[in-house]
T-cell receptor, first 114, second 116 residues
């Protein structure tokens, strides 16, 4: 079955340290991958996407993500975390064909400690 | 400003009642989606529509119904058949169908439904 997984429910990082939020996927064909962020009681906001080209994708708020085809991963990264980065992060993948839809991972709660 | 408007923001329902959540977009997007969010379960797809007058079931469609009579509107009805309807509901849209653009989803602010 096609799926996307976020293996960590929660990630804690000290402010100023680099952060990584993990995502792996299982899809047929070339994946279209996305990261979204959600603040409390709000909808999701788009951060970045990978379609094709460079494996390192840069997005909003200083975030970037690295596409690794051999490991089927698309980890979200930021060199220096801010307290304001604390939120719920979702990885997503677009499915094509009969099921033209977008599916999401379960989300990872990121806590940046002052 | 273009965007997606969901209403109401909060809704309380008695058991056995149907309720309808509104979703309106002025982005001229073809595709619209309804997701349900529960703690620890992420977003699960309820229904989606790629074009007016057509829609498909998602992964958890039982107990829900939708319509897509206009491009701008995609209301979701939570029926009495939905056994556990208390959740946060998110509507989203994207700018096209097929592989063109690998469209990003734009989300509304959500509607929180509580069954009393």
């Amino acid at each position: 079955a096609q799926s996307v997984a976020q293996p960590e429910d929660q990630v804690n990082v000290a402010e100023g340290n680099p952060l990584t939020v993990k995502c792996t996927y299982s899809v047929s064909g070339n994946p279209y991958l996305f990261w979204y962020v959600q603040y409390p009681n709000r909808g999701l906001q788009f951060l970045l996407k990978y379609i094709t080209g460079d494996n390192l994708v840069k997005g909003s708020y200083g975030f970037e993500a690295e596409f690794n085809k051999s490991q089927t991963s698309f980890h979200l990264k930021k060199p220096s975390a801010l307290v304001s980065d604390s939120a719920l992060y979702f990885c997503a993948v677009r499915l094509w064909g009969r099921d033209d839809k977008i599916i999401f991972g379960k989300g990872t709660r990121l806590h940046i400690l002052p | 400003d273009g965007g997606i408007t969901q209403s109401p923001k909060y809704l309380f329902r008695k058991e056995g009642q149907n309720v309808t959540l509104s979703c309106e977009q002025n982005l001229n997007h073809d595709a619209m989606y309804w997701y349900r969010q529960d703690p620890g379960q992420g977003l699960r797809l309820i229904y989606y529509s790629q074009i007016v007058n057509d829609f498909q079931k998602g992964d958890i469609a039982e107990g829900y119904s939708v319509s897509r009579e206009k491009k701008e509107s995609f209301p979701l009805t939570v029926t009495s058949a939905q056994k556990n309807p208390t959740a946060f509901y998110l509507c989203a849209s994207s700018g096209g169908v097929g592989r063109s653009g690998a469209n990003v989803l734009t989300f509304g602010a959500g509607s929180r439904l509580t069954v009393l």
